[in-house]
């Protein structure tokens, strides 16, 4: 068994380490030498993800496309509702992420092709607004 000390951000963690092979026996540990090492810990580097782009219908017709397969978990507006350019009009949950669908264009949702629990393929046409 080995034993380590780490320290992180002016706190002393201490533990240990058995090394073991596939039927379970200890192994022998070699170690040899032992050091203390103080370093502050690198800030993990974090980007903001880009909103998920989303595709218009070709007839420009407002219509908005589901961008993957997935699961509609939400609908925030319903058919007849106003809508800004930019709101999320539904949530839709794929690859165990939740994606916000968002309003193309000021206007109304004048179709609303999906329902909350359902499943749409990728392209389904989800809503439509003008």
Do not use: H, W
């Not at 050091?35 to 993990?44: L, M």
């Not at 989303?54 to 397969?69: E, F």
């Amino acid at each position: 068994m080995s034993k380590y000390r780490i320290i992180m951000d002016g706190k002393t963690y201490e533990m240990e380490i058995e090394l073991i092979d596939e039927n379970g026996a200890e192994q022998p540990v070699i170690r040899k030498e032992q050091k203390e090492i103080k370093s502050a810990p690198k800030a993990p580097a974090v980007t903001a993800a880009a909103p998920l782009e989303q595709k218009q219908a070709a007839t420009g017709t407002g219509a908005v496309l589901a961008p993957m397969p997935g699961t509609v978990i939400k609908i925030e507006k319903n058919k007849g509702e106003p809508v800004k350019s930019g709101e999320v009009v539904l949530i839709l949950e794929a690859m165990k992420m939740e994606n916000e669908i968002l309003a193309p264009a000021d206007g109304t949702i004048t179709a609303m092709n999906c329902v909350a629990g359902g499943t749409v393929a990728g392209g389904d046409v989800l809503f439509e607004v003008k």
